[in-house]
C-alpha cells in the first residue's frame, strides 16, 4: 500500500525551461510534505517543504504547489539548470501518521544542456 | 560542524548472517530516523530513536533492531539477513521537535547480501 506515489519514473528538459514533478499520497492525515534532492553516492538533502495549511511555498527557483483536495502536490524547478539533474523523492508525514517521513518512488530528473 | 556519517560504506554479508551498521548524527541532534532504500524505490522507514529509546517503528520485524548512545551516535542491527535485505540503509539525525522539518541524511551504507 503505497501512501505516496511519483507516478513518472523519469523526466527530461532543456536547460531554462520549467521542470515539473508531481507526487499523490492517500493517507488523509498527511499534513506536511517536504522534496529532497539526492545525487549519486550521497543521502537525500532537503530542498523545500510546504504545510497543509498553505496551498504554495517558494524558495528561490523551487516552487511547491499543493492541493489537498485532489492529494497532489507538484515541485516546479524554474529555470531548470544541468545542476538540478538529480533524484527527487516527495515525502509526507503527520502528527497523527507516526514519527516518520513516508517518502514516494522518487522521480530522476535530467537537464539537458 | 561536522554531517552525518555512516559505517561502512559498503558491506556484502551471506544469507543467515547478522550486521552491524553505524551512523553518527550532525553536532547537536539528539534523534536519529534509519531507512532502507532498496534498489529503484525510495526510503522507506525502519525506525527513530531519542534518548535512546525507539521513539516510533516502521512495517519491520523484529531482527531489525537499533541503539543509539549517550553521544548520539546509532546503530542498526539485523539478525538472520535475508536476500530482500539487500539495500542501502540511510540514517538521518534532527532535533527532536524538529524532526518533520528537516533531518539530515547521511551517505548511507550499501548492503549486499548473497
Known amino acids: 500500500d503505497q501512501q505516496v506515489k511519483q507516478n513518472s519514473p523519469s523526466l527530461s528538459v532543456q536547460e531554462g525551461r520549467i521542470s515539473i514533478l508531481n507526487c499523490d499520497y492517500t493517507?488523509?492525515?498527511?499534513?506536511?510534505f517536504l522534496w529532497y534532492k539526492k545525487y549519486p553516492a550521497e543521502g537525500p538533502t532537503f530542498l523545500i517543504s510546504i504545510s497543509s495549511i498553505k496551498d504554495k511555498n517558494e524558495d528561490g527557483r523551487f516552487t511547491v504547489f499543493l492541493n489537498k483536495s485532489a492529494k497532489h502536490l507538484s515541485l516546479h524547478i524554474v529555470p531548470s539548470q544541468p545542476g538540478d539533474s538529480a533524484v527527487y523523492f516527495c515525502a509526507a508525514s503527520g502528527v497523527n501518521a507516526g514519527n516518520m517521513l513516508t517518502f514516494g518512488g522518487g522521480t530522476r530528473l535530467m537537464v539537458k544542456p | 560542524e561536522t554531517g552525518v556519517t555512516q559505517s561502512p560504506t559498503h558491506l556484502i554479508k551471506t544469507r543467515g548472517q547478522q550486521v552491524t551498521l553505524r551512523c553518527s548524527s550532525q553536532s547537536g541532534h539528539n534523534t536519529v530516523s534509519w531507512y532502507q532504500q532498496a534498489l529503484g524505490q525510495g526510503p522507506q522507514f525502519i525506525f527513530q530513536?531519542?534518548?535512546?529509546?525507539?521513539?516510533g517503528r516502521g512495517n519491520f520485524p523484529p531482527r531489525f533492531s537499533g541503539l543509539q548512545f549517550p553521544n548520539y551516535s546509532s546503530e542498526l542491527n539485523v539478525n538472520a539477513l535475508e536476500l530482500d535485505d539487500s539495500a542501502l540503509y540511510l540514517c538521518?539525525?534532527?532535533?527532536?521537535?524538529?524532526?518533520?522539518?528537516?533531518?539530515?541524511f547521511g551517505p548511507g551504507t550499501r548492503l549486499l547480501v548473497l
Open positions: 530513536y531519542y534518548r535512546e529509546e525507539e521513539n
Open positions: 538521518a539525525s534532527s532535533f527532536a521537535g524538529q524532526w518533520r522539518e528537516t533531518q539530515y
Open positions: 493517507n488523509s492525515m498527511f499534513d506536511y
